[in-house]
């Protein structure tokens, strides 16, 4: 089993940069997909990205992309999420979790929320305009 903590998180501009943190600890987190999630006040938790075991293959959601840049670092058992270009819409609690190894980041994302069998406790991101 893995164990994920999220950091990183705070309060910014519209405009400014973050970038989020998932350290894996237990089993090292190269043997899993990582992916994020966020989720808005009164709002549903939503996809935002993720990358296949080795780094070598990342999806994004559409109102990231370009913005975003996920990336993991297996022998340090971290994965980060680079967000440039912050919006107020970006505001939400995002979530690292962890699941079984799939082929390709493309197929994840078909994949439902249960395939993801780790979870981390989220960090708030509030971007003020």
């Known amino acids: 089993q893995v164990q994920l903590v999220e950091s990183g998180g705070g309060l910014v501009q519209t405009g400014d940069s973050l970038r989020l943190s998932c350290a894996g600890t237990?089993?090292?987190?190269?043997?899993?997909?990582v992916v994020w999630f966020r989720q808005a006040p009164g709002k549903e938790r939503e996809f935002v990205s993720t990358?296949?075991?080795?780094?070598?293959?990342?999806q994004y959601a559409t109102s990231v992309k370009g913005r975003f840049t996920l990336s993991r670092d297996n022998a340090k058992s971290a994965a980060y999420l680079q967000m440039n270009n912050l919006q107020a819409e970006d505001t939400a609690v995002y979530y690292c979790?962890?699941?079984?190894?799939?082929?390709?980041?493309?197929?994840?994302?078909?994949?439902?929320?249960?395939?993801?069998?780790?979870w981390g406790q989220g960090t708030q991101v509030t971007v003020s305009s």
């Open positions: 979790a962890a699941g079984r190894v799939w082929p390709t980041a493309a197929m994840l994302l078909s994949r439902p929320t249960s395939h993801y069998t780790f």
């Open positions: 237990g089993r090292n987190l190269s043997n899993y997909v």
């Open positions: 990358i296949v075991w080795n780094g070598r293959d990342t």
